[in-house]
């Protein structure tokens, strides 16, 4: 594999398809899954039980398998299901010898049977990776509580940011649900809140800005650097400020 080393030390792939790599490199890509997602989602779901959470793409699987990394580390009570689509199931296969962080070490069997079977299911964590069309895939889902909205850029792979897309997706949430993503562009900000979905920005302890959209409306919660967006105001300031479509 052709590895890429980010800025934290952990390691990454560059996608010839989409001309980018799975993550930044400034900001690392156990960084970036950890504290433009994972922190800031599971901040919110502090009290929590048991989770359902989509991840769009898994890829790399940063973002589930950091997720696993961070509940054991911390020694939470909390089950999670992860469901997750990937088109490309060569690299999944692969995955199995693919050069993880250490902190990855104690979790090294479960990536194994993800590469291996693509499922993988404990006391504490159920995942199921479907290789295919994820626009297709997440129309079957239901209740889901966390969204790591993660594919490649809209520059590249818009189909995965539309307004369409997002109805979709905001179809199959949980009463109270949260969307997680690194992209800040207004045409992506406008099509999750043309689906009714509240719209916050985040900025994290590595100083990079991202969103939050929900589907409920929650205040500031302690030690998280976050602010309503009015994306009303921002329509009226700016009148030439659209979404994202499948038809544009």
């Not at 205040?219 to 499948?246: F, Q, T, W």
Request: aromatic residues 14%; hydrophobic residues 35%; proline residues 2%.
């Amino acid at each position: 594999m052709d590895y890429k080393i980010t800025k934290d030390g952990s390691k990454t792939l560059f996608s010839q398809k989409y001309n980018q790599t799975f993550h930044s490199m400034q900001d690392g890509a156990l960084s970036e899954a950890l504290h433009k997602h994972i922190l800031p989602a599971l901040s919110i779901f502090d009290n929590a039980k048991e989770l359902n959470i989509l991840d769009i793409c898994f890829g790399l699987g940063y973002n589930t398998l950091g997720t696993i990394y961070h509940i054991l580390k911390n020694n939470l009570t909390i089950k999670v299901n992860f469901f997750s689509p990937e088109f490309d199931e060569s690299l999944v296969d692969s995955l199995k010898d693919f050069e993880y962080p250490n902190e990855f070490d104690s979790i090294k069997d479960i990536i194994r049977e993800l590469a291996i079977y693509k499922y993988y299911k404990d006391d504490n964590f159920e995942i199921k990776i479907f290789i295919g069309d994820a626009r297709d895939y997440i129309k079957n889902l239901k209740n889901i509580d966390i969204v790591y909205q993660d594919a490649f850029s809209s520059d590249t792979n818009k189909e995965l940011w539309t307004k369409e897309y997002f109805y979709d997706i905001s179809k199959i949430l949980s009463t109270k649900a949260v969307i997680t993503t690194y992209s800040i562009a207004t045409p992506v900000r406008m099509a999750l809140f043309e689906n009714n979905l509240f719209i916050y920005e985040y900025q994290s302890i590595i100083k990079k800005r991202s969103t939050i959209a929900t589907n409920f409306e929650f205040n500031k919660i302690e030690n998280m650097n976050i602010k309503y967006i009015d994306m009303d105001k921002k329509k009226l300031n700016s009148p030439n400020a659209i979404s994202l479509s499948d038809k544009s």
